[in-house]
């Protein structure tokens, strides 16, 4: 089992920045795969940004350039840099931690709301 717990959401005016934290724990050494996602009211949950074990990254089209994935093995942790946030980044997020197997964790999610 993992358990992860993220931080770091609130509110910012449009062209700012804000930084998410993902702590894991339990079975870290089972993860390969960390990422975040946001889902929408309504929508399916989309792919933000993943990152493998390694530090490969991987970015979706609308946040390339603007936010930056990074992952600290020692501390088990995950972090979104999100820099020129705009008001249609406001959604939820939620830290995911893709096994080894394919089996997907997911945090609670936090709220990233973008003021115009």
């Known amino acids: 089992q993992v358990h992860l717990v993220e931080s770091g959401g609130g509110l910012v005016q449009a062209g700012g920045s804000l930084r998410l934290s993902c702590a894991a724990s339990?079975?870290?050494?089972?993860?390969?795969?960390m990422g975040w996602y946001r889902q929408a009211l309504g929508n399916r949950r989309e792919m933000v940004a993943t990152?493998?074990?390694?530090?490969?990254?991987n970015y979706a089209a609308s946040v390339k350039g603007r936010f930056t994935i990074s992952r600290d093995n020692a501390k088990n942790t995950v972090y979104l840099q999100m820099n020129s946030l705009k008001p249609e980044d406001t959604v939820v997020y939620y830290c995911?931690?893709?096994?080894?197997?394919?089996?997907?964790?997911w945090g609670q999610g936090t709220q990233v709301t973008v003021s115009s």
């Open positions: 990152i493998t074990s390694l530090g490969t990254t």
């Open positions: 339990g079975s870290i050494s089972s993860i390969n795969v």
């Open positions: 995911n931690a893709e096994a080894w197997n394919g089996f997907h964790y």
